[in-house]
C-alpha cells in the first residue's frame, strides 16, 4: 500500500526555516518523483516543488525559488522541502505526493497525482 507522511511543519516568525519530511512506503523510491503541494484556507492546492526519481530533475514554483530546496535520501525512503527565508504568504498546509502515472518524472500539477499524505500545517506569522 502506497503511504506518504509529511512532518516538520509548524509557527515561525518571517524569515525563519523549516524543514519538512515526507516519509514513503509501499513503493521503491528510487524509481518515483515526489512533488511538494500547498494548499491555504480558500484557495486551490498548488504545485511548490518537484524531484524527479534521480534526483536530476528539481522544479519550484516561481514564488519560492531561491528560498526552497528539495533533496531525497531513498535509503530512508524520504523527500525534503527546506524552507528558508520564510513569508506570510507561505502559510499553508504542505502535502507530499506522488503519481503511479508519471512515476519518475514531475509534475506541478495537481491533477497528474493519485497518492497524497495527509498534510503538515506551516504558519508564518509575527
Known amino acids: 500500500q502506497v503511504q506518504l507522511v509529511e512532518s516538520g511543519g509548524g509557527l515561525v516568525q518571517p524569515g525563519g526555516s523549516l524543514r519538512l519530511s515526507c516519509t514513503t512506503s509501499?513503493?521503491?523510491?528510487?524509481?518515483?518523483?515526489i512533488g511538494w503541494f500547498r494548499q491555504a484556507p480558500g484557495k486551490e492546492r498548488e504545485g511548490v516543488s518537484c524531484?524527479?526519481?534521480?534526483?536530476?530533475?528539481?522544479y519550484y514554483t516561481e514564488s519560492v525559488k531561491g528560498r526552497f530546496t528539495i533533496s531525497r535520501d531513498n535509503a530512508k525512503n524520504t523527500v525534503y522541502l527546506q524552507m528558508n527565508s520564510l513569508k506570510l504568504e507561505d502559510t499553508a498546509v504542505y502535502y507530499c505526493?506522488?503519481?503511479?502515472?508519471?512515476?519518475?518524472?514531475?509534475?506541478?500539477?495537481?491533477?497528474?497525482?493519485?497518492?497524497w499524505g495527509q498534510g503538515t500545517q506551516v504558519t508564518v506569522s509575527s
Open positions: 524531484i524527479s526519481s534521480g534526483g536530476g530533475g528539481t
Open positions: 509501499g513503493f521503491t523510491l528510487d524509481y518515483r518523483a
Open positions: 505526493a506522488t503519481s503511479a502515472r508519471l512515476r519518475r518524472v514531475c509534475a506541478m500539477t495537481r491533477y497528474e497525482y493519485d497518492y
